[in-house]
């Protein structure tokens, strides 16, 4: 599979790896703990708890893919386009928006 080269192209691609909605809320909890861990640190001055951040980013994407999509998380190759596109799609989720993105990123075809 040849490199993906642009962020759009990337974000479709992103998107149909999280076709699955128990996955993308797995992301959702991680990404909505990792923002809880973030502003705590930053409120109690424990910067410590920045290491949770990763920790529980990353341990519920990966019980999503590993286990749930069966696929290799594109974090791996591409990792601040994963990171961008977890907190991108955190956002179009809590706008309602997500379903809609999802469904343009079916009608994309990779040529990878």
């Known amino acids: 599979m040849s490199r993906i080269k642009t962020y759009s192209e990337f974000w479709f691609f992103y998107l149909q790896e999280h076709s699955n909605s128990t996955n993308r809320k797995l992301h959702?909890?991680?990404?909505?703990?990792?923002?809880?861990?973030?502003?705590?640190a930053l409120v109690t001055a424990n910067y410590?708890?920045?290491?949770?951040?990763?920790?529980?980013?990353?341990?519920f994407?990966?019980?999503?893919?590993?286990r749930i999509e069966h696929?290799?998380?594109a974090t791996f190759k591409y990792p601040?386009?994963?990171?961008?596109s977890d907190f991108k799609m955190y956002f179009y989720f809590l706008s309602g928006k997500l379903d809609q993105e999802i469904e343009k990123s079916k009608a994309y075809k990779f040529n990878h």
Not at 61 to 66: D, L, M
Request: hydrophobic fraction near 65%.
């Open 80 to 84: 601040i386009w994963s990171l961008f």
């Open 61 to 66: 994407a990966w019980v999503g893919h590993f």
């Open 28 to 40: 959702f909890i991680g990404t909505t703990l990792v923002i809880f861990f973030a502003i705590l």
């Open 71 to 73: 696929n290799r998380p």
């Open 48 to 59: 410590l708890l920045f290491w949770f951040c990763p920790i529980a980013g990353y341990a």
